[in-house]
């Protein structure tokens, strides 16, 4: 079906990755360069949550709607599956101010979720009486993720090569997976398009490691076997991955009142860069030049949205249909 089409792919984030695994599976020759695939990627410091429900709620500029959300996310037990990735499908649960939690609960109904009321999780706030739970938000461990589809598409006969990819160079196609990077933009002028938003996270050792999502005002906090991740700002405009405690510190504060015990402190900081296109959801699918194909812009969902992106990169590369999806994530729909 392939032809046995040889396949560069630029950048070993998440995207890039999945994309690799998914084209070797679709019976292509595929090479992935990425100069720096354990540096402080979005995909490595991310909190990993597959989050349709929360992320439909709390992210108005994503571009999504629920049902976009929900399809990217049940694509992930056959590709946790194929790529032997833990998923922790223990849900989430909003807390927060009444009236907040007031807008949270006609979410829910607006969505047509059963709206189940929990007692309020141990170590929040005292002055928060109740939380919303749902199961349809799950989570995975990002650096443990990286890991296990590095090891996957390997298997599968995928080469890596720590170089910065700077042409088509011998490759029939070339996927283009460089997150927010914009070093190949004069190769593929669409990358011009990608805001950059740093995001910065903490993570505070031991608790839970594992568990519910909690989600609150402007905060959510993720038990994990690396510690509780806390995160995380969004910083339009910022394409650097310095952790810079001046803009971290309304995190910080909103952590302590949040979950009191933080206050203490104890967390480590790390930051990644987001990419985003004008309507909030990716580009996926083939440039203007049809030997260049685009799996990038996920913005604060490239994690859940990867084996959706995956898929349709195997599918146009392969000349497959692409499904319903890829229509809006066609790069070519802002020309
Ligand atoms: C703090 C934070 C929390 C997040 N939490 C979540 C979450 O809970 N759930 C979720 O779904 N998403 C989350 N995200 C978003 C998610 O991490 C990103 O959308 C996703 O990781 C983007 O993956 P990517 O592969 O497109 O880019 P990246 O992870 O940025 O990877 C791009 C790679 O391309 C490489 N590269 C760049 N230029 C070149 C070149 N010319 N040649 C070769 N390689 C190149 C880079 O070295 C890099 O390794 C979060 C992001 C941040 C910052």
């Known amino acids: 079906m392939s032809g046995g089409l040889k396949v560069t792919v630029a950048g070993a984030g998440a995207l890039g990755l999945s994309c690799a695994l998914a084209l070797a599976d679709a019976g292509c020759t595929v090479t992935v360069c990425d100069p720096a695939p354990w540096g402080d990627s979005a995909s490595g410091v991310a909190a990993g949550m597959l989050a349709p429900v929360f992320e439909t709620l709390l992210d108005s500029a994503g571009g999504h709607d629920f049902g976009l959300l929900v399809a990217a996310r049940d694509l992930w037990p056959a590709f946790a599956a194929r790529a032997l990735i833990a998923i922790d499908r223990s849900g989430a649960v909003a807390v927060g101010s009444e009236s907040w939690m007031e807008g949270v609960a006609a979410g829910f109904v607006r969505l047509g979720l059963p709206l189940s009321e929990v007692p309020p999780p141990a170590g929040v706030a005292p002055t928060f009486s109740k939380g919303f739970a749902t199961a349809e ?5 990002a650096r443990a993720a990286l890991k296990s589809l590095r090891v996957a598409a390997a298997a599968a006969g995928v080469t ?11 490759a029939d196609r070339l996927v283009v997976a ?16 990608l805001t950059p938003i740093k995001g910065q996270i903490l993570r505070f050792s031991g608790g839970p490691d594992g568990g519910p999502s909690l989600r609150g005002e402007g905060i959510y906090a993720a038990p994990s076997p690396g510690g509780l991740a806390v995160g995380a700002t969004m910083e339009v405009g910022v394409a650097d991955s ?19 015990a933080l206050a203490a402190g104890g967390w480590v900081a790390s930051a990644g860069v987001r990419a985003a296109t004008p309507d909030g959801l990716p580009m996926v699918g083939f440039s203007r030049d049809p030997k260049i194909v685009l799996a990038v812009g996920a913005r604060r969902n490239g994690w859940l949205l990867a084996p959706m992106s995956a898929g349709i990169v195997a599918a146009v590369v392969t000349g497959r249909d692409p499904g319903r999806y890829a229509a809006r994530f066609d790069p070519t729909r802002f020309a």
Do not use: C, M, Q, S
């Open 242 to 260: 310095r952790v810079d405690e001046a803009a971290l510190r309304p995190l910080i504060d909103a952590a302590g009142r949040f979950l009191p």
């Open 178 to 193: 460089t997150g927010a990077a914009r070093g190949l933009g004069a190769l593929v002028p669409e990358l011009g398009l």
């Open 137 to 141: 938000d799950w989570r995975l461990e």
């Open 160 to 170: 890596f090569l720590p170089d910065r990819v700077e042409a088509l160079a011998g």
